[in-house]
Structure formats: structure tokens, C-alpha cells
T-cell receptor, first 109, second 115 residues
Framework: LAKTTQPISMDSYEGQEVNITCSHNNIATNDYITWYQQFPSQGPRFIIQGYKTKVTNEVASLFIPADRKSSTLSLPRVSLSDTAVYYCLVGDINNDMRFGAGTRLTVKP | DTGVSQDPRHKITKRGQNVTFRCDPISEHNRLYWYRQTLGQGPEFLTYFQNEAQLEKSRLLSDRFSAERPKGSFSTLEIQRTEQGDSAMYLC?????????????FGPGTRLTVL
């Protein structure tokens, strides 16, 4: 399974765009990249998943370069309610999910 | 509310006692996962089922941990002879896995405190 590396924490201000980068140097051909968000005392919540290039949904964008050794979760115009821990996971249909420690994002007013 | 429910939400027990947690997944989901999460850490995978078959159990933390999913619906996680180190949040998730896309829906968790 590909190991992932993310920053431990990030700070931002309301209204700014936040980019969280995840490194996964030994990603396998069949692996997808998935991001989850977790608020205190709640289970993680799926944000977005991608395989290559760019994926966008109503809450975020995921940028994956051609070599797929990293990925960037982009949150447009964050608000205080986006303060949470964000996890990057890499795997395929046959792998279990391995969460790292995640990135603790703090959005300030 | 994701549609995944867990019971109980909190459990306090004494060391050495057995505890059992229940998870009710989203009804049409074929996969069910169990995780443990301690403070400041990401969820740690324990085991998962596809329908009623337990496909991975080597990562259960010890032989005191066991899980079942009779009839491929709800699941139970049992911890025998609990230890203080078992205190954690136990999370259940379900998914409808058909390809690389596997959006897991997590329940609210059961917080276990072992005294």
C-alpha cells in the first residue's frame, strides 16, 4: 500500500482558498486517491476521489499531476465550519483504507 | 446523519469485562468496515465484510477482538476481557463497492472507556 505524507497542520482565514498537498511516492497503477474530512466526535466524511488530472465537485477540487506521486485538495473560500482534520488515502478496490494522522486545518475569522 | 447507525454511542466498562458493539449499515451497501480511533490519530482499520463474508481480519488488534455480520446486514464487534488500552472510539462504515470508487459512509462511533 502506498504511504501518504501530509502536513500536520495548516492555518487559514475565512474566504481564502486552501490547498492541502499529499505525497504518495509509491502509488500503484490501480490506486485511487481519496480525501476525507473529520470533525471532532464524528466519523470521517468523504470529500472527493480521483485517479488522474483534475476532479471537481460541489465542495472541493482534486489536482493530480501526471506522475501521480502527489495530489492537492483545494477548498475554495473556506469558512469557519471547514475547520477539521483532512485525510488523504491511497488504495484500490482490493485494499483496506489506511488513514494517516491527517492535516488539521484551522480557519480563523 | 449518514444513514449508518451505531449502538451504543458510549460504553463504560470495567477491565476484564466483555463488550459488544452493533453497527447497522445503509441497507443496500455490501461492504461494512470497522475502525478504531484514538485521540489525535486517524482511524485504524480493523476488519471488513463483503456481504456476510469477512474478507480481512488479520488486522484485528488481538484474538480478544472478533466481528460478525450474520446474513450480511448488521454487524457486531466484540472485545473480550477488555483492557484499559482498548479505550477508544470504534467506528463503523459501509459502502457499495463496485470499482475503484469506494465512498465509505461512517457512523457516529461508539466511545469505549475501560476503567
Amino acid at each position: 500500500l502506498a504511504k501518504t505524507t501530509q502536513p500536520i497542520s495548516m492555518d487559514s482565514y475565512e474566504g481564502q482558498e486552501v490547498n492541502i498537498t499529499c505525497s504518495h511516492n509509491n502509488i500503484a497503477t490501480n490506486d485511487y486517491i481519496t480525501w476525507y474530512q473529520q470533525f471532532p466526535s464524528q466519523g470521517p466524511r468523504f470529500i472527493i476521489q480521483g485517479y488522474k488530472t483534475k476532479v471537481t465537485n460541489e465542495v472541493a477540487s482534486l489536482f493530480i499531476p501526471a506522475d501521480r506521486k502527489s495530489s492537492t485538495l483545494s477548498l475554495p473560500r473556506v469558512s469557519l465550519s471547514d475547520t477539521a482534520v483532512y485525510y488523504c488515502l491511497v488504495g484500490d478496490i482490493n485494499n483496506d483504507m489506511r488513514f494517516g494522522a491527517g492535516t488539521r486545518l484551522t480557519v480563523k475569522p | 446523519d449518514t444513514g449508518v447507525s451505531q449502538d451504543p454511542r458510549h460504553k463504560i466498562t470495567k477491565r476484564g469485562q466483555n463488550v459488544t458493539f452493533r453497527c447497522d449499515p445503509i441497507s443496500e451497501h455490501n461492504r461494512l468496515y470497522w475502525y478504531r480511533q484514538t485521540l489525535g490519530q486517524g482511524p485504524e482499520f480493523l476488519t471488513y465484510f463483503q456481504n456476510e463474508a469477512q474478507l480481512e481480519k488479520s488486522r484485528l488488534l488481538s484474538d480478544r477482538f472478533s466481528a460478525e455480520r450474520p446474513k450480511g446486514s448488521f454487524s457486531t464487534l466484540e472485545i473480550q476481557r477488555t483492557e484499559q488500552g482498548d479505550s477508544a472510539m470504534y467506528l463503523c462504515a459501509s459502502s457499495l463497492r463496485t470499482s475503484g470508487m469506494d465512498e465509505q459512509f461512517f457512523g457516529p462511533g461508539t466511545r469505549l472507556t475501560v476503567l
